[in-house]
């Protein structure tokens, strides 16, 4: 574990386990690396090197006031790789890390990554404008805002107990456990991080960052996402990419890597395996 200050005086936190090839996790809004524990985990024994990295204002990093946008979370990212000089890098990014890791390789990535995975992902935009009829009305975004400033401790309660692991579905069995992490997670960051970040992950347009971007991508999505619905999201992305690969997963929720590790781990690792 380590900290790298940034050019602008940004404090990022990060894990670093192992050895071999690296594969870098980018993690969701509001979250931290922590949620990668158990791929990390697995990965880890399958004799990878393993990193995840603490978003600026996220987890354990600085509580900055400025930044919380998708550029200084790309650059961000490039100052840890450099610092680590990892290289032929994998790099999974879950929801809003989708996103940042999308910024980070089609800006930072050449001659240092191998693959990109997008799991549930935001690209290519999630707010709904004339371009993209499909994606979600600003007010959802507003009321994200108005509900983290009003009361976020009950927020964060009410989002993982609900739709991000699809614990509102009936017949499902919601982990308290699994629910008390996310709030843990959540609350160990910074409340403007989080407030600015709803931004930063749902009107940011990543169209042309997908284009640019020339490795093999493997985009993994639930189809019962709540957070990010599929049909504006992971559909859109992978005809947006030149190498791009669709896996759909019938019923899984946004969690689905803590839900449905058991089936994520593996698929990861194929594609990770595989040539190309």
């Not at 990022?12 to 386990?17: A, L, Q, R, S, T």
């Not at 450099?82 to 980070?104: C, M, P, Q």
């Amino acid at each position: 574990m380590g900290i790298v200050r940034t050019n602008d005086g940004a404090e990022i936190f990060y894990k670093d386990w192992g050895k071999g090839q690296p594969i870098v996790f980018h993690h969701g809004w509001p979250l931290s690396s922590d949620d990668w524990d158990t791929q990390m985990m697995f990965f880890l024994e399958k004799g990878f090197r393993v990193v995840a990295i603490d978003r600026r204002g996220h987890g354990r990093s600085s509580q900055v006031a400025d930044g919380h946008d998708m550029d200084h979370y790309a650059s961000d990212v490039a100052t840890v790789v450099k610092h680590l000089d990892l290289r032929n890098a994998i790099h999974v990014g879950h929801s809003t890390g989708g996103g940042e890791a999308t910024r980070y390789v089609a800006k930072h990535g050449k001659g240092r990554v191998a693959k990109l995975v997008l799991i549930g992902a935001v690209p290519p935009i999630m707010v709904k404008t004339a371009a993209n009829p499909g994606g979600l009305p600003i007010e959802v975004f507003d009321d994200f805002r108005k509900q983290l400033v009003a009361n976020r401790a009950q927020f964060f309660l009410d989002i993982p107990t609900g739709p991000f692991y699809g614990f509102n579905r009936p017949n499902a069995t919601a982990s308290q456990g699994v629910i008390q992490n996310w709030w843990r997670q959540g609350m160990a960051g910074g409340a403007k991080a989080h407030y600015d970040s709803i931004k930063a992950f749902s009107e940011t347009d990543f169209t042309d960052d997908l284009k640019a971007i020339a490795v093999p991508t493997l985009v993994m999505h639930g189809s019962d996402d709540q957070i990010v619905p599929v049909e504006d999201s992971a559909k859109l992305s992978v005809k947006l990419l030149k190498h791009g690969t669709l896996k759909i997963y019938d019923g899984f929720p946004h969690g689905m890597c803590t839900t449905h590790a058991d089936v994520i781990n593996p698929d990861l690792l194929a594609f990770i395996q595989t040539a190309g």
